[in-house]
């Protein structure tokens, strides 16, 4: 793929489908009997939810929420705004939110107040990515794929400017 010439891996495709499987497999064994409901935060999420929800063996739904805090900047506003609403409700349901990162959690802090207001029996976080050095609020993660550093990351649904969401694997830009 020229596109991934572009980037330094920072977790091979073959990484990110060990971890996302033993996340699927945790999340079968929390949620067995349970009404289970996967809920995407579009677009980033795109890929992280078709693997992670064919690795759970469970009766579960999908659905996704569209959210846009950034514009075209990189750096989170803390503004946030609902681009695309659930298509079902959610109360009394057990929702499971699937991100691909969590930056400052100003995105998080958001949804998580949002879906309260729902009724949901309960909610919990899976994230790929977690970014603790630019935390702005405190999120409790409750399957979590990977810790980075402070970097720009992309890839496997990650974007830069709307690119590289399409790279298999999670990279960093190359300089020059
Ligand atoms: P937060 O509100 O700062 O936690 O940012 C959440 C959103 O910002 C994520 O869902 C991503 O869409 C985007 N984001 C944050 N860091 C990165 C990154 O390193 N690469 C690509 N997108 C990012
Ligand atoms: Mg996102």
Known sequence: MKLAQELEILFSADQIAQRVRE???QIERD????DLVL??????????????ARSIDLPLA??????????EATESSGVVKITSDL???IE???VVIVEDIV???????YLL???ATRHPASVKLCTLLHKPARARTKIPIDYLGFQIEDRFVVGYGLDAGEKYRNVPFIGVKKHG
């Open 23 to 25: 996340m699927g497999k």
């Open 31 to 34: 949620y067995d009997g349970k």
């Open 39 to 52: 809920l995407g935060v579009l677009k980033g999420s795109f890929l992280f939810i078709s693997d992670l």
């Open 62 to 71: 999908v659905d996704f929420i569209g959210l846009s805090s950034y514009g």
């Open 87 to 89: 298509s079902k409700p």
């Open 92 to 94: 009394k349901k057990h």
């Open 103 to 109: 930056d400052t959690g100003l995105t998080m802090r």
């Open 113 to 115: 107040d949002n879906l």
